[in-house]
């Protein structure tokens, strides 16, 4: 097994520049260094001394960020030997979030849907106007996607609730609320439209999707319009911010 290079910083890294926990934002530095090839898998990453060195904190806070890529199996330690990489964050877990119509009709392979939440007669705080009229009421979902044992996307649903009574009450366990629409006999989509932001995980956020407080998330806002013009889906969902893959082609 070959030793990964250490990469020295020509001055200390600033983590005053978040609220996020100082071994977290390691954790963070490690990880890309694992995911970009810097440490490849099979070779030996720098000793706790050196890293403590280079990045100047204490040994105890390179442990914990090293005990977070053991957990998500990125990393493992051998008495007398060292630490190894042991695979890529991509290679163990990752999520696709399409960038067209034809994308978000398929939920990755593997994934399971849990039901959190389900009301009747909820209006969207969140809808666009100038994308269509709203209808006059729509039900609610809340879910939680789960991939690999790991939940890695929530989301808020409101469809038309005159739409909602075609729809067979299990597709919400199996089906993307868009392969939903979709499938509905009678109903045309003439417009979509998807934002995606960057944030941080919130307690709330972080409990639901089992991530360290203030951890990167993607923030999807998503909506679609029928052939009369009404907005029949609104969503706002978050991805973890360690699985999410954006893939756009440009030409």
Known sequence: MTQAPNK??????DFSRSAAARYVQLASLFRR???????PV??????????ADECQVARATVRQALDLLEEEKLIE????????VTGKPQEQFWCEVASNWDGQLIAPEGVSLEIL?????????????????LAQSYQYWKRRHWRNDRPYYLGEVFIDEKIC???PAKAFETKTSMRILRELPGLEIVEAHQTLTLGSADPELADLLQLPLNAPVAHVHRSAVDQNGTIVFIGDGVYRGDVVRLDIKLK
């Not at 260094?33 to 440490?39: A, D, H, L, N, P």
């Not at 330690?77 to 190894?84: I, L, P, S, V």
């Open 8 to 13: 020295s910083s020509t001055a200390p890294i």
């Open 33 to 39: 260094r694992v995911e970009s090839g810097q440490w």
């Open 42 to 51: 099979g070779s030996q990453i720098p000793t706790v001394d050196e890293l």
């Open 77 to 84: 330690r051998y008495r007398a030997k060292g630490t190894f």
């Open 117 to 133: 939440a389900a009301r009747d007669r909820r209006m969207p705080a969140t809808a666009d106007l100038s994308l269509g009229q």
């Open 165 to 167: 009574r075609r729809i």
